[in-house]
T-cell receptor, first 114, second 111 residues
Framework: GAVVSQHPSWVICKSGTSVKIECRSLDFQATTMFWYRQFPKQSLMLMATSNEGSKATYEQGVEKDKFLINHASLTLSTLTVTSAHPEDSSFYIC??????????FGSGTRLTVV | DQQVKQNSPSLSVQEGRISILNCDYTNSMFDYFLWYKKYPAEGPTFLISISSIKDKNEDGRFTVFLNKSAKHLSLHIVPSQPGDSAVYFCAARGGADGLTFGKGTHLIIQP
């Protein structure tokens, strides 16, 4: 079945630094990748949608300059958290539309900013 | 405004019995509903889905029921097994956007 590989699975970084999260579709082409964020005991919230070859679309309240999304190819989408701060600490997950209306999720990235 | 609601943060069910997880939604434009199972620090795993034109979909131990007039869907798991213990998310799709998730229900299967 469709697999989305997400790396890293966890990362700890210092406040003010940038972190890049990668999502690769391994056995299918993902023209669209959704990026979600989940805070503890909260739902997964859609942050942005990346489309191969065009600019990402961001949900209301999500800072474009802070969360840089690049969909460089049909198999790779990246999310870069720039100038990270402790309040950016969260669980980030990517997802690509799969077959039969199923959405395939990556394994998630636990970001901790100290 | 939460468009997808799971009002039970947790649910405890005895092994072998039926688990019923509920979900309500407000947006009548949603055309597809999905249930995901999630373990801590992992991505959600797709369980079962239902189109808005249907009222029931069954896959093994999992059955999803949709009541469009009430804007309500439920996931039935029978019989419940210890491995079913996880957080279950109800999700809805509207058009080409990403999914809208509920807050999840933590299902605990007791031996």
């Amino acid at each position: 079945g469709a697999v989305v590989s997400q790396h890293p699975s966890w990362v700890i970084c210092k406040s003010g630094t940038s972190v890049k999260i990668e999502c690769r579709s391994l056995d299918f082409q993902a023209t669209t990748m959704f990026w979600y964020r989940q805070f503890p005991k909260q739902s997964l919230m859609l942050m942005a949608t990346s489309n191969e070859g065009s600019k990402a679309t961001y949900e209301q309240g999500v800072e474009k300059d802070k969360f840089l999304i690049n969909h460089a190819s049909l198999t790779l989408s990246t999310l870069t958290v720039t100038s990270a701060h402790p309040e950016d600490s969260s669980f980030y997950i990517c997802s690509a539309p799969g077959q039969n209306y199923g959405y395939t999720f990556g394994s998630g990235t636990r970001l901790t900013v100290v | 405004d939460q468009q997808v609601k799971q009002n039970s943060p947790s649910l405890s069910v005895q092994e072998g019995r039926i688990s019923i997880l509920n979900c309500d939604y407000t947006n009548s434009m949603f055309d597809y509903f999905l249930w995901y199972k999630k373990y801590p620090a992992e991505g959600p795993t797709f369980l079962i889905s239902i189109s808005s034109i249907k009222d029931k979909n069954e896959d093994g131990r999992f059955t999803v029921f949709l009541n469009k007039s009430a804007k309500h869907l439920s996931l039935h798991i029978v019989p419940s097994q210890p491995g079913d213990s996880a957080v279950y998310f109800c999700a809805a799709r509207g058009g080409a956007d990403g999914l809208t998730f509920g807050k999840g229900t933590h299902l605990i299967i007791q031996p």
